[in-house]
């Protein structure tokens, strides 16, 4: 699709609201749960992070598409946002380094999504009315059908989505490295296996449904439990295993919904956020040292602090809404943080986590 050739588009939300722009990457119709993310860079590695499997992204940013993309910036085999939703959208790039233009990038992954839009009133919606479903359609462009096509679109409560998205098969990562982490793949980044390479760890991933057992057999250090996409009160399956664990009193690092499946792993409860945390300048605190720090964030879900039985000791917390951000098994080797310290794309002032896992098992 050339500059000057745009074909129309609309965006509608599962409450009948809807906004005309102008189609990008293939044209066709696309459906989820739409969600912002206010983050300044990085698109690539949001369209590719597994956690987004399910959901249309609305990139508050003004321009995308202006760097192109590039094989090495992407945090998974493929595009897993089901959408995206944009303002001022370019064909071109600007970058030398990078493989191809986004357009193609997106034409080559089947990808379908909008510009155009007015991005400011769509999130100022979202963000009064709370996360709903939404259609994009650059093909059918009968309203009325689209507002009714919006509402048979599964709501992301109760909904189990990581086994879409995570490795079939096992892998090993920097064989000989001098730390062993098993990584449970509930949809992890590819960022999380390098913070753990280059702290010299020989790192086996394992797909979502692997048991204790199985995994135990290798004879890890530690056990780092991924972040990904759904609502984590749908998986009885990891819950069991984080369970056992922690029981056997392993190191345990989770992030995101590794940090969710922990809490219920413990007897505590998750719910659903009102618009959820996406992007990359959200503040949290860390309880335990006083100091403060800039994060990467992307989740729907949380873990309900009055729901704690007194075995686990939350470490951090979110200094926007005061919302769970960080936990820790009492008299355990398990921790977890809610927000991504391997932040790609964002700041890097939450490394230091990994330091701490990577201490922990020497």
């Known amino acids: 699709m050339s ?8 965006l509608v939300l599962q409450d009948g609201t809807y906004f005309e722009g102008n189609a990008i990457g293939k044209i066709g119709t696309t459906t989820g749960e739409i969600a912002f993310n206010t983050g300044m860079t990085g698109y690539q590695e949001v369209f590719t992070d597994p956690s987004y499997y399910g959901q249309i992204v609305i990139m508050t940013m003004d321009h995308i598409g202006n760097y192109g993309a590039r094989d090495l910036d992407s945090e998974s085999n493929s595009i897993k946002i089901s959408g995206l939703v944009c303002k001022n959208y370019s064909p071109m790039h600007s970058r030398n380094m990078a493989d191809s233009s986004l357009n193609d990038y997106f034409i080559e992954n089947d990808f379908t999504g909008i510009s155009d839009v007015d991005t400011r009133e769509v999130v100022r919606h979202i963000r009064d009315a709370g996360a709903m479903n939404a259609i994009i359609s650059s093909e059918i462009l009968d309203l009325e059908k689209l507002k009714s096509m919006v509402l048979d679109v599964p709501s992301m409560s109760g909904l189990e989505l990581s086994s879409k998205v995570w490795s079939k098969k096992s892998y090993e990562v920097n064989e000989g490295g001098k730390h062993k982490v098993a990584l449970l793949d509930l949809g992890s980044k590819e960022n999380i296996v390098k913070c753990l390479t280059d702290r010299d760890c020989h790192v086996k991933v394992y797909p979502g449904d692997t048991t204790y057992n199985e995994m135990k057999d290798w004879n890890p250090d530690g056990f780092m439990i991924s972040n990904g996409p759904g609502d984590p009160s749908a998986m009885p399956y990891a819950v069991k295993t984080i369970q056992e664990i922690v029981y056997a009193d392993e190191k345990m690092f989770g992030i995101c919904l590794g940090s969710q499946i922990l809490a219920q792993a413990q007897g505590m409860k998750t719910f659903k956020l009102h618009r959820g945390h996406r992007g990359q300048n959200h503040p949290v605190k860390n309880l335990i040292t006083g100091k403060s720090e800039i994060t990467s964030q992307n989740h729907g879900f949380a873990i309900d602090p009055d729901s704690n039985n007194g075995s686990v000791e939350i470490t951090h917390i979110n200094l926007n809404d005061d919302t ?16 991504h310290p391997e ?9 230091y986590l990994f330091d701490e896992f990577v201490a922990l098992m020497a």
């Open 3 to 10: 500059v000057i050739d745009k074909q129309k588009a609309y």
């Open 324 to 339: 769970v951000e960080g936990i820790r098994v009492k008299d355990k080797s398990a921790f977890a943080v809610q927000y």
């Open 343 to 351: 932040a790609s794309p964002g700041p890097h002032d939450s490394r």
